[in-house]
C-alpha cells in the first residue's frame, strides 16, 4: 500500500487546479493522481480503472459548474458505479458556489461526503485529507 | 198510485224509490238495492238521507225539498254513499205526488248512475285547475312559444315578449329566426331541428337578439309535442334568461386567464430569478475565487519567479469576471425592455453587418457560409435583437466546430404558415447531445464543450431575447455531426 493518499481533481477552473497543485506538493501526504476538465473524461477514467483499486483514487475533489458533463450529472453516474469499486473513495463537492439548494442538493447524495466553499486553504486541504 | 204506475213509468235500470212526505222511504226496486248495497228491509222505514254521502251543501237539499214541496219535480246530479261506503254519482228527478189540495203526500226519485262520468269530469275540473296554475307559475319565470312544425311562432307569453322587446302581434306568424343573434352555425341549427323533429327534447343555451339589437341568452327546453304517429306537430320551447349568469361566466372566463397568464410570469420570472441566484453563486462567485486564492498565494510566496507565475493570471480573471458581468447587465436589461421598437429588417443586410465581426475567424478557417433569405427577405422586429440573436448563433458555430472537416455554415429564412417566419442557422460541426442536455440547452452557465471561451451565456441570452419577441427557440443536433438552430417569430406582412 502507498503511505499517501491518491486524490483526482475534477475541475474546469485552470486558476483553481494550478493553486490546488500548488498546495498539494505542501501537503505531503497526498499525491495528485490525475485532473479532469469535466465530468465525463474523470467518469471514463474511473469506469476504465473500476477493478483495478490500486489505481483508483482514494479523494476526489469535484467541482459543480463543468462543461459536457457537470458535477451533478457526474454524481448520477457514480453512485451508480460505486459499488463495483473494491474500496472506499471520498467524494468532496467542491465548489464556487454558496447557495444552499447546491450545498443541500449535495449533502443528500450518500456518496457525497461533504460540501466544500471555494476558495479552499491549505488548513482545509489537511484537513479534508486527515481520516 | 200504485206501485206498478211507478214501475211502468220508468226504464230499468233506474234506481227508484217512494218516500213519503217526510223522506221516509216506503219503496225501493231491486236496482235501488243492487246499487246502495243495502237490502230492502234495510232501508224501508228509514230516512232517504241514510245515503248522504256528505258531498252537498245544506243549501242544496233546502233548496231541493222547497222544490219538491212547492209541487215540482227537482232535477240534479247527487253523490250518494253505498253501504260499504263506495260513492256514485246519479243524475236525480224526485217527483212529488200531490193530493187533492195540491199538498205533496209521497216522492218518487228516479236515478241513473253517473258515477264514471261525473269522476271524470271532477278529474278533468281538477286536472285543468292543476295545469291553469302551471302555466301561471311557468308563464311567471319562464320564457314560452310554442311554433308550429314548420317553426312558425304561433303563442308567445308576455315574458317572451319584454325579454325579445316584440310584441306579441310581431312574433306571431313570425320564424323563429327573427330573433336569431347570428351567433351559431347552420350546422349548429341543422342539428337542434334533427333533434327536435325526431321526436327528441332539445336542451341547450342560446344567444338570442332583441327586437333593438340587444344580446340575451337563454337557458333553452325545446319539447316536441307528437301525434299519434309520433310526428311532432308543434313544438313548446321554454327558455329562461341566463344573460346575468353568462356575463358572469364571461367574467370569471377573462379573469381565470389574466390569472393564468399572470401566473406564467410569475414562473417564468421565478425561473430567471433561480438563474441569476445561480450565476452569482457560480459565473460570478468562481472568478473572485479565482482571484482571492491568487492573492492569497501571492502574499505567501516569496519566490520571484513563482510570483511572477501567479501574477500574469489574475488579469485573465479580472477580465473574464468583467465579460460575465456585462453579459449579465445586458440580460437584465432585455427583461426589463418591455416596449421594443420593432423595423423592417433587410435580413442581408443585417447578416453583412454581424458576418462582419467574425471577417478574420471566417477566413482563417476557411469556413463556407451560405445564405437563402429568398423566402421570407424582410422581416419586421427588433434590428439589435436580431443582430445579437446571429451573433450568438454565428459564433457558435466558429467555436464548436469540427477539427476533421470543413466548416459549413447555413443561414435561411422561411415562412411557416401565414404569419410565422423561421431563422434557422446549422453547422457541421461538434454537435450537442440533445440527450444529455435538452432541458439545459437554453439556461445559463450551460456549457457544452470543452472550450476555453464558453462562458455558457450565449444561448441563455439568445433565448432570453427570443422570449422578448414573444418567439420559440429550439434546436436540432447529433454529437460530431452538427447543429441546427430555429427561430420562430412573429410575421408581419408588409
Known amino acids: 500500500m502507498n503511505s499517501y493518499k491518491k486524490l483526482t481533481l475534477v475541475d474546469d477552473d485552470e486558476i483553481f487546479v494550478f493553486l490546488t497543485k500548488k498546495m498539494i506538493e505542501q501537503v505531503k501526504v497526498i499525491h495528485l493522481l490525475n485532473v479532469f476538465g469535466n465530468g465525463l473524461d474523470a467518469l471514463n477514467f474511473l469506469r476504465d480503472k473500476k477493478n483495478d483499486a490500486d489505481l483508483l483514487p482514494e479523494i476526489i475533489l469535484l467541482d459543480l459548474s463543468m462543461p459536457v458533463l457537470n458535477g451533478w450529472q457526474f454524481l448520477e453516474e457514480y453512485t451508480k458505479l460505486y459499488p463495483i469499486f473494491g474500496k472506499k473513495i471520498i467524494v468532496y463537492v467542491c465548489s464556487s458556489s454558496i447557495s444552499s439548494t447546491d450545498i443541500n442538493r449535495a449533502k443528500s447524495i450518500n456518496e457525497v461526503s461533504d460540501y466544500v466553499i471555494k476558495p479552499i486553504t491549505i488548513d482545509k486541504l489537511r484537513e479534508l485529507v486527515k481520516f | 198510485m200504485g206501485e206498478t204506475n211507478h214501475k211502468y213509468a220508468i226504464d230499468q235500470p233506474s234506481i227508484v224509490a217512494v218516500t213519503d212526505e ?169 342539428k337542434l331541428w334533427s333533434t327536435i323533429l325526431s321526436g327528441n327534447v332539445w336542451k341547450g343555451e342560446l344567444r338570442n337578439k332583441a327586437k333593438d339589437g340587444s344580446l340575451y341568452w337563454v337557458d333553452t327546453t325545446i319539447i316536441p309535442f307528437l301525434d299519434k304517429k309520433n310526428q311532432p306537430y308543434q313544438f313548446v320551447a321554454i327558455r329562461f334568461d341566463i344573460t346575468k349568469r353568462k356575463k358572469v361566466e364571461a367574467q370569471i372566463k377573462l379573469s381565470n386567464k389574466k390569472a393564468i397568464q399572470y401566473t406564467q410570469v410569475l414562473e417564468s420570472k421565478n425561473a430567471q430569478l433561480v438563474d441569476f441566484c445561480s450565476i452569482i453563486s457560480h459565473n460570478l462567485r468562481a472568478p473572485l475565487t479565482s482571484i482571492l486564492m491568487l492573492v492569497d498565494y501571492l502574499e505567501q510566496t516569496k519566490n520571484k519567479s513563482e510570483r511572477n507565475e501567479v501574477l500574469v493570471k489574475i488579469k485573465p480573471v479580472v477580465n473574464h469576471l468583467l465579460d460575465v458581468f456585462n453579459d449579465l447587465v445586458e440580460a437584465i436589461q432585455i427583461q426589463y425592455d418591455t416596449n421594443l421598437v420593432l423595423e423592417k429588417i433587410d435580413l442581408n443586410d443585417c447578416l453583412k453587418k454581424v458576418l462582419v465581426g467574425f471577417d478574420t475567424q471566417i477566413q482563417d478557417c476557411r469556413a463556407d457560409v451560405q445564405i437563402d433569405f429568398t423566402q421570407a427577405p424582410v422581416i419586421t422586429s427588433h434590428q439589435k435583437y436580431i443582430h445579437s440573436i446571429f451573433t450568438n448563433l454565428i459564433s457558435n458555430t466558429l467555436k464548436y466546430k469540427s477539427p476533421n472537416r470543413k466548416l459549413i455554415i447555413i443561414i435561411r429564412s422561411f415562412l411557416k404558415g401565414k404569419n410565422k417566419v423561421v431563422l434557422s442557422v446549422s453547422d457541421n460541426g461538434l454537435g450537442i447531445d440533445l440527450v444529455l442536455h435538452k432541458e439545459q440547452i437554453f439556461k445559463i452557465r450551460k456549457t457544452f464543450h470543452k472550450h476555453p471561451e464558453a462562458k455558457g451565456l450565449g444561448l441563455f441570452m439568445t433565448k432570453t431575447q427570443v422570449d422578448a419577441l414573444g418567439g420559440k427557440i429550439w434546436a436540432e443536433s447529433q454529437p460530431n455531426k452538427g447543429s441546427i438552430f430555429f427561430i420562430e417569430l412573429k410575421h408581419i406582412n408588409t
Open chain 2, 22 to 190: 217526510k223522506g221516509i222511504i216506503t219503496y225501493v226496486n231491486d236496482h235501488f238495492c243492487e246499487i246502495s248495497k243495502y237490502t230492502a228491509e234495510e232501508l224501508i222505514g228509514q230516512d232517504h238521507r241514510i245515503l248522504n254521502s256528505g258531498y252537498h251543501s245544506k243549501e242544496l237539499f233546502a233548496e231541493l225539498w222547497a222544490t219538491i214541496n212547492n209541487g215540482s219535480a227537482w232535477k240534479g246530479e247527487l253523490r250518494n254513499k253505498a253501504k260499504d261506503g263506495t260513492l256514485y254519482w246519479a243524475d236525480t228527478t224526485i217527483v212529488p205526488f200531490l193530493n187533492k189540495d195540491q199538498k205533496p203526500y209521497q216522492f218518487a226519485t228516479i236515478q241513473t248512475v253517473i258515477s264514471g262520468r261525473k269522476k271524470g269530469q271532477v278529474a278533468h275540473k281538477e286536472t285543468f285547475e292543476e295545469l291553469s296554475h302551471y302555466k301561471y307559475a311557468l308563464d311567471q319565470s319562464a320564457i314560452v312559444a310554442i311554433t308550429n312544425k314548420s317553426g312558425i311562432i304561433t303563442y308567445v307569453n308576455e315574458k317572451f315578449c319584454t325579454t325579445s322587446k316584440y310584441s306579441s302581434e310581431e312574433l306571431i306568424g313570425q320564424d323563429h329566426r327573427i330573433i336569431n343573434s347570428g351567433y351559431y352555425s347552420k350546422v349548429f341549427f341543422k
